[in-house]
């Protein structure tokens, strides 16, 4: 997933060694519980020892917000447990099925294999940042995706239309098997990859027509 | 019936929400005061507590409390708790620490000072079937009446062990003439067909165990307010769940509100929820604060759920025209933890799908110390038509026989009686569907890629015939014209990415003449009202539902005839139903539905739900009171009746390629064609035709658990280790069709369909193989690469013939 220059910049500063490393050391209760995530700020959360929150400031769906983030944690985790954006789903909690892939300065990106720091300064787009804000217009994307009634039990559709999105933009005029590869980062366990790549190659349609 | 919207694309009403990111799972609910709850998983595949210390743990900052086994229901004999002090499987729940946040939960749970026991365990049923071998459970490894024991008696352990004679025989490589089966039932004179037969094909085949792994993992949210359990369950099934969370947590069900709006699939293992679901809600009542438990994909692997394992005999008879006239099966089915039954269903299939006169069914399900088991989308079916059709396809080969041929005269017709009872059916069109599949896919023309070797690929093609229950009756329906002119159809059915909480409610607006948009699915949440429903599995829903509203809809449609002959004269046969009005038929006086339910309401009694029918179930009328006065009620049992099974058939054909130099398959081509009966939403049938098919191929090709022997803990317990279809491994080219030829004994004519595609989708990929290798069966699944390499390089198999959780 991504293109090489955000691919590049991201492993300038943490390379995929330095996030395991990070997210080992600092989550040290690992072996039975699989990634971990810090809770709602409402309810007098402390977290660990040695693992201190730090004030930041995202820019999600177009709005700055500001929030506090353990060092290890993850995008997908701050967005739904601190901004409560729960359109973003946790499928796999480790890059194995895309059911979390956001938007990173418009590139797919896993939401679990991010940490949360990687992306200040960046503008993360989510499922619920899709539509017009001001008309709650559906992105072409989601209307192509209602049009050729898409998915069945819908868990993975957030990440697949997010990857959709990044698609459009990249080859607005891709083969069916170019939309397939586009995208084989996310997994559908109902197995709806034919209707899927319809409702991908109609967006692709409707992208081309504006 | 007028068909209207019946066989068209409609937009499912909550599409919408799944799109935007709107649609709440069980993981999206946030009440205030949430805490999280996570579980010590048992690092052995058997032991026991022996002592713990939670008090490093207790003093941490920010955990709430601790929930043991003993404060949890436990049932004697080999049935499953949510919390245990004797775990019987890797990674089976212990406790559990509630926190203000998951990470400290978690940190909590390392900080338990736990010692633990190892007891012996067994992870491969034909081991603790070896004279010697070790047992599952302490009292033994088979648990039910004993031998001899009266009919009341209780069920009971014992150890359950073939003898040393049995075993020089399976270590031979042979079929044990005389072990002792647990079930068993036969017909004809198996000795005499085997011995007039033209060609006897024998083998030993394996089908490996393998995870369900829904999408979402069967995360859970509870908490209590006056009194009430509010319960947010991962569930295929809304409104079985709210019983079933009731039972375990002992509770009357009137005091459960189950919200299970969506669900991120089950495929068989959330029928009634899961029991993890009484974690939270049992911990919630004891600190009284909600309680989220998020299931991650790493628990998920274990307490998820699994198909059980096939390790199998069979030995089929042929006439030298290809049909087969008899069948000797013998099963051994890993049970894990908790036991499972998938073997009776698939001698009966076997019976079903080659309708031999003579057949032979014996089989044991030994409980294993692997994660629990549970129905996997065609529960039985699925594996045996995966194992047995290469059999097929081998057979046909030996008798210089067409595949599709030899499919087609061993196909059963309308007049079948299968299994030790002898069931029927009500509809079987197995051979139109084969015949439409054939021309679908080109059979003829592509018979020429048989064996075809081009450069270092190897071509196959393999057809496949995968039947399944599909329906069942007697269900209520409940619904709702209310003031605003609007159907409410209550379904107590749930959201679990079929459609058919959507699609069951089509023939009810049907009945009515009602467009789409006239038309409000009520779904979700038992605090609506929701009538007496299926569970969504076996294929049933759509059967059954559609009868439950067609039903519920007729009874309307008559109340609402009632009120017009009443308000505008005439008698009720003189009016006709459209468009959302009441009509005298030939023109003339009408009224609208809003109009009908404001009289209903004015009129009370059955009209508006304050008399409730005598037949309907008792779970239905609490929620037609919910109901009562708020508009014209349609409520009523199916009582359609019927006589025979109702099954649906999906006959699947692939063409594959091998590539000789890796062993990898290519999946070319695939189409599948099913008997569903009549069609009610194409698009959502394709779908489900398709994904289950799809399904098919993964548990013939990757998916598997991988268990290490001497410490019997998992190595396979993720995706990527035990990976499902993704866009790259599934063919671009797919067709599919229905027959569509409605079931005689539904007014509907509709039969299910999410069962069926997996064995056409996993049989026509075996098949195809067998083809692609010249008529070698190779009788195990999945297939790999390296076993298929071994093959072809004419290697010794990587595995034993019999090997179980091998990768």
């Known amino acids: 997933m991504g293109d090489a220059e955000s691919v590049g910049l991201m492993e300038k500063k943490y390379s995929r060694r330095s996030f395991i490393k990070g997210v080992i050391a600092v989550g040290a209760t690992a072996s039975s519980t699989g990634y971990l995530l810090g809770g709602p700020l409402a309810l007098g ?96 994307v989601q209307q192509a995706v209602l049009e050729e009634g898409g998915f069945q039990c819908a868990f993975c559709a957030p990440g697949f239309i997010m990857s959709m999105e990044a698609m459009i933009k990249v080859n607005p005029s891709p083969t069916r098997e170019e939309a397939a590869m586009a995208l084989s980062g996310n997994l559908c366990r109902c197995c709806d990859y034919d209707k899927i790549l319809t409702c991908a190659m109609r967006a692709a349609e409707l992208a081309r027509s504006v | 019936m007028a068909d209207k919207l ?15 990111g709107r649609a709440l799972y069980a993981e999206d609910f946030r009440p205030d005061g949430m805490v999280f709850a996570k579980m010590l998983l048992s690092p052995m595949p058997h032991c026991r507590v022996r002592s713990v210390d939670a008090s490093r743990a207790l003093a941490m900052e920010g955990v709430i409390d601790i929930l043991r086994a003993d404060e949890v229901p436990q049932r004697e004999g080999p049935r499953e708790s949510c919390l245990t002090d004797e775990p019987h499987y890797e990674g089976e729940p212990v406790l559990a620490i509630a926190a203000v946040t998951e990470e400290i939960a978690a940190a909590a749970i390392e900080a338990i000072d736990i010692d633990f026991e190892p007891l012996p365990f067994v992870l491969d049923p ?244 692997t994660p629990p088991k549970a129905a996997q989308r065609g529960p039985g ?62 059979w003829a023309g592509k018979r020429e890629l048989s064996g075809r070797r081009e450069g270092s690929k190897l071509s ?145 009694g059955e009209y508006d739900g304050h008399t409730l029918p005598e037949d309907i179930h008792r779970e239905t009328v609490p929620a037609a009171q919910i109901l009562a006065g708020e508009g014209l009620m349609g409520v009523a049992k199916d009582n359609y009746g019927g006589e025979g099974s109702v099954y649906t058939f999906v006959a699947g054909f692939a063409h594959v390629e091998i590539d000789s130099d890796t062993g990898v398959v290519d999946i070319k081509e695939f189409v599948g064609v099913t008997d569903c009966g009549t069609v009610i939403h194409p698009r959502s049938l394709g779908a489900q035709l398709y994904g289950g098919c799809i399904q098919g191929m993964g548990m013939a090709m990757t998916q598997r658990w991988v268990f290490d022997p001497q410490y019997g803990v998992g190595f396979a317990t993720r995706f990527y280790t035990a990976r499902p279809p993704g866009f790259l491994d599934v063919p671009l080219n797919m067709k599919w069709a229905a027959v569509g030829i ?23 990929l075996t098949a195809a193989i067998v083809d692609a290798l010249g008529g070698t069966c190779l009788c195990r699944t999945p297939l790999t690469p390296d076993i298929i390499l071994a093959e072809l390089e004419g290697r010794e198999s990587p595995f034993g013939k019999l090997d179980q959780h091998v990768g």
């Not at chain 1, 730090?54 to 967005?79: H, K, S, Y």
């Not at chain 1, 300064?121 to 539509?131: M, N």
């Not at chain 2, 079948?416 to 679908?440: D, Y």
């Not at chain 2, 409605?742 to 026509?764: L, M, N």
């Open chain 1, 45 to 140: 959360a402390q977290s660990i020892p040695g693992a201190t929150e730090r004030l930041i400031t995202l820019n999600v769906n177009g709005q700055d917000r500001r929030v506090d983030v353990l060092p290890n944690e993850t995008l997908a985790m701050t967005l739904r447990y601190r901004l409560n954006l729960t359109g973003t789903k946790l499928g796999c909690d480790r890059g194995e099925c895309g059911a979390c892939t956001v938007l990173i300065d418009g590139v797919n990106q896993y939401g679990c294999s991010m940490l949360t720091h990687q992306v200040r300064g960046r503008a993360v787009t989510t499922i619920e940042g899709l539509e017009n804000p001001d008309t709650g217009e559906l992105s072409l």
């Open chain 2, 6 to 20: 019946i066989g068209t694309d409609i937009a499912p009403p909550d599409l919408v929400a799944k799109i935007t």
């Open chain 2, 742 to 764: 409605a079931d005689p004994q539904s007014p509907v004519g509709a039969k299910g369909i999410g069962e069926p595609p997996v064995g056409a989708g996993a049989g026509a």
């Open chain 2, 460 to 604: 196959g093609i393999g057809v496949a015939l995968s039947p399944y229950t599909a329906g069942s009756r007697g269900r209520d329906g409940l619904m709702i014209i209310r003031p605003d002119g609007k159907l409410y159809v209550h379904q107590g059915i749930g959201n679990l990415g079929t459609h058919s909480v959507v699609d069951t409610a089509l023939p009810a607006a049907e009945v009515l003449g009602l467009n789409w948009d006239q038309v409000e699915i009520v779904w979700g949440d038992s605090s609506r009202g929701m009538p007496y429903s299926t569970v969504q599995a076996g294929s049933q829903t759509t059967h059954a539902h559609t009868r439950a509203n067609h039903a519920a809809a007729t009874d309307a449609a008559r109340k609402i005839r009632q009120i017009a002959a009443q308000s505008l004269g005439g008698s009720p046969g003189d009016y006709e139903l459209d468009n959302g009005r009441v009509f005298r038929r030939g023109g003339g006086a009408g009224l609208s539905f809003a109009q009908v339910a404001e009289r209903a309401i004015q009129m009370g």
């Open chain 2, 126 to 369: 034909l081991e603790t079937l070896r004279p010697g071998g070790p047992t599952a459970y302490s009292e033994g490894n088979l648990f039910g009446r004993a031998p001899g024991a009266e009919q009341g008696d209780p069920a009971t352990f014992r150890d359950f062990k073939w003898t040393e004679a049995d075993f020089v025989e399976i270590d031979g490589g042979r079929m044990p003439s005389n072990a002792e089966a647990v079930s068993e039932w036969s017909k004809g004179d198996i000795d005499a067909a085997f011995a007039g037969a033209d060609l006897i094909v024998e083998e030993a085949i394996v089908h490996q165990s393998l995870t369900h792994h829904p999408m979402e993992p069967r995360t859970n949210m509870a908490y209590w307010e006056n009194g009430k359990l509010y319960a947010h369950v991962s569930t295929q099934s809304t409104q079985r769940t709210k019983f079933a969370i009731a039972g375990a947590v002992g509770i009357d069900p009137e005091d459960v509100v189950m919200i299970a709006e969506y669900c991120g699939g089950g495929f068989g293992s959330k029928i009634s929820g899961s029991t993890p679901m009484q974690i939270p809600a049992i911990f919630s009542r004891k600190i009284n604060r909600p309680v989220m438990l998020r299931i991650t994909r790493y628990e998920e692997n274990y307490v998820g759920r699994a198909r059980p394992g096939f390790q199998s005999w069979v030995r089929m008879g042929f006439q030298s025209d290809g049909k087969c006239t008899g069948v000797d099966l013998f099963i051994v089915e890993e049970g894990g933890a908790y036991g499972s039954g998938d073997n009776g269903t698939a001698g009966a299939i076997a019976d079903l799908i080659y309708t031999p006169e003579n057949m032979r069914f014996r089989a044991v399900s030994m409980y294993t110390n």
């Open chain 2, 381 to 442: 079916g699925a594996q045996i038509v995966s194992m047995l059709e290469p059999l097929l396809a081998k057979a046909g080969h030996q008798l210089g026989i067409d595949r599709l041929e030899m499919r087609m005269i061993n196909a059963p017709g309308p007049d079948v009686e299968f299994g030790p009872r002898g069931s029927t059916l009500t509809s079987v069109h197995a051979k139109e569907a084969l015949e439409q599949g054939a021309e679908l896919f080109d």
